[in-house]
């Protein structure tokens, strides 16, 4: 998504068509960022076990952007139907992606634990 952004600048975003050239660069600008944003998810999700300060960091930054959607919300009034669903969607998201940012983690202690018990005990097999 980030990557369209940066190529497509206004003409992807529902409403901004008309937006004139400021708000096309700003949009290509944070498409960039966007860009980087997902690539810090696939990089952080791609490591054993899934650290969670960087889910934690990243779900965090997801819910300032959706309150940065909310203060718009006040500010400038509704936007395009489209935006008020992402909004929903990172609203929705982050509470999850904190609840889960040390599953991984505690996964791995649990099988590490439980290979150095089977270690322990002669003759003891690990199913």
Known sequence: M???HLLAGNA???GATDAGPTVDSLNRFLGAVFAGYGLAWIRTARQHPIPPA???ALAGLFLLGALGRILSL???GRPNWFQLVLLA??????PVYFALATAD???AARAAQATQAGRARPGATLS
């Open 89 to 94: 969607i990172e609203l929705a998201l982050p």
């Open 74 to 76: 006040a500010v400038a």
């Open 54 to 56: 960087p889910v934690r």
């Open 105 to 107: 983690t505690r996964a």
């Open 2 to 4: 980030g990557l369209l």
């Open 12 to 14: 992807i975003v529902p």
